[in-house]
């Protein structure tokens, strides 16, 4: 079993930054692919980015690319999400997720078996 909390969401103008943070945990923790999906009110689920727990690689959709970065402390177990210029269309509640595959299907937010609690990102125009 994998547990993942996020933190650092919050309200921000826009063209402003934040940074997502998400702390992994687990009895066996050695998930593949990890990455962050949201979700905005009366919309469907949103794959922005993923990354590769053993090498670094990473995706990002075309929606947030250049804005938003993935990365990982794999000494920490730690998924962070830097987003940068930030839009009002970007407010959602944002998710980390987890899977123990990374492949053609890490667009998809069903991929992933593992979910955090979410955290409210606000973009005010």
């Known amino acids: 079993q994998v547990q993942l909390v996020e933190s650092g969401g919050g309200l921000v103008q826009a063209g402003g930054s934040l940074r997502l943070s998400c702390a992994a945990s687990g009895r066996t923790f050695s998930p593949y692919a990890m990455g962050w999906s949201r979700q905005a009110p009366g919309q469907e689920s949103e794959l922005v980015a993923a990354i590769s727990w053993s090498d670094g690689y990473t995706d990002h959709a075309d929606s947030v690319k250049s804005r938003f970065t993935i990365s990982r402390d794999n000494a920490k177990n730690t998924v962070y999400l830097q987003m940068n210029s930030l839009k009002p269309e970007d407010t959602a509640v944002y998710y980390c997720?987890?899977?123990?595959?990374?492949?053609?299907?890490?667009?998809?937010?069903?991929?992933?078996?593992?979910w955090g609690q979410g955290t409210q990102v606000t973009v005010s125009s």
């Open positions: 997720v987890a899977d123990w595959t990374y492949g053609s299907s890490w667009s998809r937010p069903d991929a992933y078996d593992y």
